[in-house]
C-alpha cells in the first residue's frame, strides 16, 4: 500500500469534515435517540459519515467502508483493505459541551492495522500513525511513552464501568495517581497516546471506537488488549485497555482477572 498519498488523502477529508462541524455549531442540531437516553445521533454525525464514505467510495471504489451510522456495508469477515469510521466519536460531548470530540478513521488490510487517524476537532490536534512507521500528533513524531506504572499514572475509566464497580474498577482507580473521564474514546486513547494517561478502560466499545486508536497506540508502545487479555475482535463488541505495558500488566492481574 503507498502510504503517503492515502495520507495526504486521509488528513484533507477529516480536515474538511472538521470544518463542516465547525461551521454547525453556530446552527441548530438535529438530536435523535438510539438505544437509550444516553446514546444519541445528530444530523452532523451522519453527514460527516455520509461524506466520508463518498470520499472514500471515489477514490477508492473497490475498498469496503465500516461506519457508525450505517450508511457503509455489512461485515462477515475483515479480508481485503477495510476502512473504520467514526464520524463523531463523543455525540454526548458534542452537544452538551461542544468539545472532547474527535473523527476517527481505521484502515486495516485482512484485519491488520494499517493507517489510524484521531482528530480532536476543538483542540486541533491530529494524532495519526501509519503501522511501523510511528504516531504523530499534527507534524510532531510522538516520543515511545514512558512505561509507567498504575500508581505513578492517571487512568480514564468509562463512567459507567467505573460507577457500577465492574471489574473492580473502583480499587483500581484509587490504586492509581486518579481518574479522569472525558467520555469520549477517542479523545481519551489519544491521551494515553500523548503521555497524560497512563490508561484508559471501557467496556462494551464497538469497532469504530476502537479501529483508529488500537494502530496509533501500539505505534507508542502501548498495549492495546481486551479486558480478558486477549486480541480485540474487529467484528464485534469489546470491553478494551489501553495502558502502558507495565500498567496493563499491573491491571490485568489485580484488577480485571480477579473474581
Ligand atoms: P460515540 O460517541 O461515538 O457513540 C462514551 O463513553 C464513549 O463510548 C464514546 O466514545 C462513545 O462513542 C462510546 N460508545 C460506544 N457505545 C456506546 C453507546 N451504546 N452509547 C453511548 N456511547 C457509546
Ligand atoms: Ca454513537
Ligand atoms: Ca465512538
Ligand atoms: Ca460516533
New binding site residues.
Given amino acids: 500500500m503507498v502510504f503517503q498519498k492515502r495520507h495526504e488523502l486521509i488528513k484533507g477529508w477529516i480536515l474538511e469534515a472538521a470544518t463542516m462541524i465547525l461551521k454547525s455549531l453556530q446552527e441548530e442540531l438535529t438530536v435523535e435517540v438510539?438505544?437509550?437516553r444516553?446514546?444519541?445521533v445528530t444530523n452532523m454525525?451522519k453527514a460527516v459519515e455520509v461524506f466520508l464514505i463518498s470520499k472514500i467510495q471515489e477514490r477508492f471504489p473497490t475498498e469496503r467502508i465500516m461506519g457508525?451510522e450505517g450508511f457503509g456495508n455489512s461485515f462477515q469477515d475483515l479480508e481485503g483493505t477495510v476502512w473504520i469510521i467514526?464520524p463523531?466519536?463523543?455525540?454526548?460531548?458534542?452537544i452538551k459541551q461542544k468539545r472532547n470530540?474527535a473523527i476517527m478513521i481505521g484502515v486495516y488490510h485482512n484485519g491488520i492495522g494499517q493507517m489510524g487517524y484521531i482528530y480532536d476537532v476543538m483542540e486541533d490536534e491530529m494524532y495519526w500513525a501509519v503501522k511501523g512507521q510511528g504516531a504523530y500528533c499534527n507534524d510532531e513524531k510522538l516520543p515511545m511513552v514512558e512505561d509507567t506504572s498504575l500508581k505513578e499514572g492517571l487512568v480514564a475509566i468509562?463512567?459507567?464501568m467505573f460507577a457500577t464497580n465492574r471489574y473492580h474498577a473502583a480499587e483500581m482507580g484509587l490504586a492509581s495517581s486518579g481518574v479522569r473521564m472525558v467520555?469520549?474514546?477517542?479523545v481519551?486513547t489519544a491521551h494515553v497516546v500523548s503521555g497524560r494517561l497512563a490508561a484508559y478502560l471501557?467496556y462494551?466499545?464497538?469497532p469504530?471506537?476502537i479501529a483508529a486508536g488500537k494502530v496509533i497506540a501500539e505505534e507508542v508502545g502501548l498495549v492495546y488488549k481486551k479486558l480478558d487479555g486477549k486480541e480485540v475482535d474487529l467484528l464485534s463488541k469489546n470491553g478494551i485497555i489501553v495502558a502502558t505495558p507495565k500498567a496493563y500488566q499491573e491491571i490485568l492481574t489485580d484488577y480485571l482477572l480477579k473474581p
Fill in positions: 438510539k438505544t437509550h444516553n446514546d444519541l454525525d457508525e467514526d463523531i466519536d463523543g455525540t454526548l460531548n458534542f470530540f468509562n463512567s459507567g467520555g469520549s474514546a477517542g481519551e471501557s462494551s466499545l464497538c469504530w471506537d
